[in-house]
């Protein structure tokens, strides 16, 4: 069955710590996407990754880091730099270059900061 | 960069009326208008797109408009039922350089449907 899985689906931090999401795709896409949403605030890009090894900032990536080691995953790191991190976290994967077309989007992440 | 403008932020219908979302966008060379349906606690899903080539597009109760002039787009739902309830986001795609695209959201309309 392709698509996105994000795990884990809810997640609960202290504050000062770092938390890792995950974010995998089975359906060879090049390109993944992070980004936050916040209520009234639509859909904003933290991170993004064309390519394998490759990855660019959003809007908002500051207190965020990413990594793109496989082309499947694309985990995102919230440091305890992010003042504000609850939020509900979606992970999207599209074809990538060269192809205009729509993103893939997991079910989501719900961060808690306790 | 792109700016895209999203109105209603919320939208009440009588199940079987038609409802009417509206987008703006300010970077003419978008060419790609995704619209997505969110429902509470999961992962926005594509419900319908249209490129700038095209000026509607449908698919049964679904359709959308686009002026490229005036540089915006709209989603209209016919016949409204009450699964229909949800966030709907416009987005529009433009080229960010060496072959890739980068899609800007607009903020969301929460429809419901009133029985």
């Known amino acids: 069955d392709g698509g996105i899985t994000q795990s884990p689906k809810y997640l609960f931090r202290k504050e000062g710590q770092n938390v890792t999401l995950s974010c995998e795709q089975n359906l060879n896409h090049d390109a993944m996407y992070w980004y936050r949403q916040d209520p009234g605030q639509g859909l904003r890009l933290i991170y993004y990754?064309?390519?394998?090894?490759?990855?660019q900032k959003g809007d908002i990536a500051e207190g965020y880091s990413v990594s793109r080691e496989k082309k499947e995953s694309f985990p995102l790191t919230v440091t305890s730099a992010q003042k504000n991190p609850t939020a509900f976290y979606l992970c999207a994967s599209s074809f990538g270059p060269g192809v205009n077309t729509e993103a893939f989007f997991g079910q989501g992440t719900r961060l808690t900061v306790v | 960069g792109e700016n895209v403008e999203q109105h209603p932020s919320t939208l009440s219908v009588q199940e079987g009326d038609s409802a009417v979302i509206k987008c703006t966008y300010s970077?003419?060379?978008?060419?790609?208008f995704p619209w997505y349906k969110q429902e509470l606690g999961k992962g926005p899903q594509l419900i319908i797109d249209i490129r700038s080539n095209v000026g509607e597009k449908k698919d049964q109760r679904i359709a959308v408009t686009l002026n490229k002039t005036a540089k915006h787009f709209s989603l209209h739902i016919t016949e409204t039922q009450p699964e229909d309830s949800a966030v709907y986001f416009c987005?529009?795609?433009?080229?960010?350089?060496?072959?890739?695209?980068?899609?800007?959201f607009g903020k969301g309309t929460k429809l419901s449907v009133i029985p």
């Open positions: 987005a529009a795609s433009r080229p960010s350089g060496a072959g890739s695209y980068q899609l800007t």
């Open positions: 990754s064309q390519i394998v090894n490759d990855f």
């Open positions: 970077d003419s060379a978008s060419n790609y």
